[in-house]
């Protein structure tokens, strides 16, 4: 919650705040060109000064005249079983309803002037606004992921199949995101005139199918179950627009009035979504008798099936089809939008982060997963509008929902879906990895952040950042499966995408982690003695070697996919996928060997220094080089040994769960030693205790000049980052 003492600090300017130090300049320039930076920081009086509340409607008739929409609808017919009137029946009726809390909600945005999870301090308290954020940024994240499904498969319609799903995701992905980094601005902008050609190709598309949707013959009666599971995935659909109602209001004048905003804003809702669903309903209802309908929908393909549509009225059908693919963007960008949003609610320190950044932070976890689910879009609808409407409502009774109640409902929905795919010991084995892997994910890139961006944070060196940055892209490597079933085959591209990561990551933790050794060495040595003569400078090269490195490992784990593809494979009960030739993992192994050797040997060596000198070192009374040395030092010990002991087995056919849960509890051990530094941990008490902390000069392996250094002495580079003028920290 926002208290009085920390209004006067975040009703400051937004650029000022964002700006203020020299890392920040390439930050000026992209508010210069009109990039919003405002997260979470709310809007005062003064600035809400927009009265162009006609916007407000588009961008809900925008964000919902798209496929994703369509596809809702045909959902009735297809899996539930019902009629084209019955369903209707149930979108017009169910949609009534659920579209009066996200309406009502935007009303909020003008008077308080704060985005819509920031409200829900005021019901859930500071810290227990976080249950609900983190479900909030899961429905987003799925409606994202559904967006880009349908995007791509559309996409791939139009060529005929010659341009994968995985290319058309990457596309739509790309578009989306170059709207919400620009703003709100851009995205109204955007959403004022994107709806009118999707509105178009709908229109053409039902005069040149209309003629079959009116022969469709009348369906079984429908029953009580199958009304009520339709009605709940609608209102999953619509409900959950509540938590980020008043994301987009924030700017209009607190004088307006509200019944007109709330009218805006529910014929926005209603209009779209009532239309196309209905439409999406009538369309699937008939497919099974329009052969050239059905054949275009095979497996579930929803882009397929409006390609069909469009046929008759040939290469000009395929253009349109081309831009009903792109209609997606109009949703996954205000999505993306909200999601930057939810995260620094659901973070807090992070609020000092401008917003753009975590619009690449929100794609980077969308793309992967869309991938994922792309070939099995129904289940993947289904299961998600199914089981996110579940906690919608606690956000809007707050009191009268119990989480005692809310829960064990949805733990047991996730436990028992997730029985039907992973039985016994392989189960517990899978999701343990996983979770290993996504919670080091999380919690590096809240160090990352954290460390980079946080005012009251010591600058850190490159060394460092490339170390945490390593880790991350290894815990992405290993979890691109997330979601998938041990009982089939993920996608070619996506199996020899994750085979090339995982043989080419190791070398590159492994040189980042030699790198932070070598530094901290380098930072010893310069506390010891005093430089003398010329020294050559390493900077460059431990920057820029472990990616060469891993970059030579991918590209020859790239060409041997390419020239025997049938060596990618994802092997039974293995939780991710390899390569069956042993070259890669021979050329990785040796690699990680060598490189492992070289790191040990500099432990050693700043072991043998610290013992030689440590009353020296703890007569100069530098509180931070010690302890942050040993974190450094005993991450590389265990680390190494942990990636030695994984390569020696990558020669034989099989790596027990009990070697991958070893390697999958790397990353956390990272984020135990790297997140528990002084100045990060201040930094989250300080803000947890509603206190300002005075900025902290640059710390661990910084130190003043030396008495033996006269002003002006020539020094290297390298060891000049070690420096109270220049120093770098950890």
Known sequence: MFEDKKDNDVQQDIESTLVGSSRSRWSQRLLSWGVEGRGIIPVAPEDRTDTQYYKNFFLWFAWNVNILSFSAGTLGPVAFGLGVRDSCLVILF??????????????????????????????????????????????????????????????????????SWTVGIVVISIISLLVSFCGIKVIGWYERIAWIPVVIVFVIALGVGGKHIMAVPAAEPATAAAVLSFGSTIAGFVITYSPLSSDFTIYFRPDVSRVRLFLYSYIGFLLPIVTLQCLGAAVAASAPFVPAWDEGYAGGNVGGLLEAMLQPVGNFGKFLTVLLSLSVAGNIAPTL???????????????????????????????????????????????????????????????????????????????????????????????AFYVLQLTGFVGLLIILLTGTFSPTVAKRHVCWLNFIMSWIISTISYSLLVGHSMDWEPPHGLCLTQAILVYSVPTLTACTTTALV????????????????????????????????????????????????????????????????????????????????????????????????????????????????????????????????????????????????????VPLLAVLLFGTQQDILDSWFYLFRGKERPKTENLSLHYSNPSWMAPGTSRDPFIASYTGTEGQAY
């Not at 982060?353 to 976890?365: E, G, K, Q």
């Not at 060469?548 to 025997?564: H, N, R, V, Y």
């Open 94 to 163: 169910f949609n009534l309803l659920c579209a009066l809390p996200p309406a009502y909600l935007t009303t909020w945005g003008p008077q308080l002037g704060l985005r819509q999870m920031v409200q829900a301090r005021y019901s859930f308290g500071y810290f227990g606004v976080i249950i609900p954020c983190i479900l909030n940024l899961i429905g987003m994240c799925g409606f994202c992921i559904l967006n880009c499904i349908l995007g791509g498969q559309t996409l791939s319609s139009v060529a005929d199949g010659n341009l």
């Open 337 to 431: 939008y909200s999601m930057c949003l939810n995260i620094q609610v659901f973070i807090p320190i992070l609020y000092v982060v401008p917003r753009y950044i975590f619009s690449i932070v929100a794609t980077a976890i969308v793309l992967p997963l869309a991938i994922v689910g792309s070939h099995r879009f129904y289940d993947t609808l289904t299961n998600f509008l199914g089981l996110i409407g579940y906690w919608a409502n606690i956000l809007l009774s707050e009191s009268p929902v119990s989480p005692k109640k809310i829960a064990p409902m949805i733990i047991g929905e996730l436990l028992h879906r997730a029985e039907a795919s992973y039985t016994g010991s392989e189960r517990r084995c899978l999701v």
């Open 518 to 665: 070598i530094h901290v060495s380098v930072a010893i040595n310069a506390l010891l003695s005093p430089p003398s003569g010329v020294h050559f400078n390493w900077t460059p090269f431990l920057y820029v070697v472990p990616y060469i490195a891993s970059g030579g490992t991918a590209a020859l784990s790239l060409a041997i996919g390419l020239k025997d593809p049938d060596t990618v494979a994802r092997r039974e009960s293995e939780m991710y996928c390899n390569f069956e030739n042993r070259t890669p993992s021979r050329v990785s192994s040796a690699l990680v060997a060598g490189i492992m050797v070289l790191c040990l040997g500099i432990e050693v060596f700043v072991l043998v220094k610290l013992r030689k000198n440590w009353m020296h070192l703890r007569r100069k009374r530098d509180r931070q080089t010690i302890p942050l040395t040993l974190r450094v030092l005993a991450f590389s010990a265990v680390g190494c040994m942990a990636i030695v002991l994984g390569f020696v087995f990558v020669f034989n056919s099989y790596r027990g769960p009990a070697l991958n849960l070893i390697l999958g509890s």
